[in-house]
Nanobody
Framework: VKLAESGGDLVQPGRSLRLTCAPS????????IGWVRQAPGKDREGVSS???????YYIDAVKGRFTISRDNAKNTVYLQMDNLKPEDSGVYYC?????????????????????WGQGTQVTVSS
């Protein structure tokens, strides 16, 4: 399964970006899909996931600012990021898993995904 990501960019604090992830195999409804970010010198951090039943989980740092959504017709998952902060900077990876081991909280925290994208760079700076 290949995950095609796009949408990363350089933006000023307070602006918005929308990341896109499209799997090559499987429909998005059959996958738990998450977004994981990695800042320079730091470990990868799960940001948000959406499970097959549509349940969403967000870490506290992005709650109220980021929204994960799924468009079954376009077979695409989005991460809408509003009111971006410099600490949101990093490489954002789309990750997916077909096993349905647990819900969105488990996948966001464990990063136990079978498939990973190449990453897209998000830089928030004035």
């Amino acid at each position: 399964v290949k995950l095609a990501e796009s949408g990363g960019d350089l933006v000023q604090p307070g602006r918005s970006l929308r990341l896109t992830c499209a799997p090559s195999v499987f429909t998005v409804g059959a996958l738990t899909i998450g977004w994981v970010r990695q800042a320079p010198g730091k470990d990868r951090e799960g940001v948000s996931s959406i499970s097959t039943d549509g349940t969403r989980y967000y870490i506290d740092a992005v709650k109220g600012r980021f929204t994960i959504s799924r468009d079954n017709a376009k077979n695409t998952v989005y991460l809408q990021m509003d009111n971006l902060k410099p600490e949101d900077s990093g490489v954002y990876y789309c990750a997916a898993d077909e096993r349905g081991k647990a819900g969105s909280y488990y996948y966001t925290k464990s990063l136990d995904f079978n498939y990973w994208g190449q990453g897209t760079q998000v830089t928030v700076s004035s």
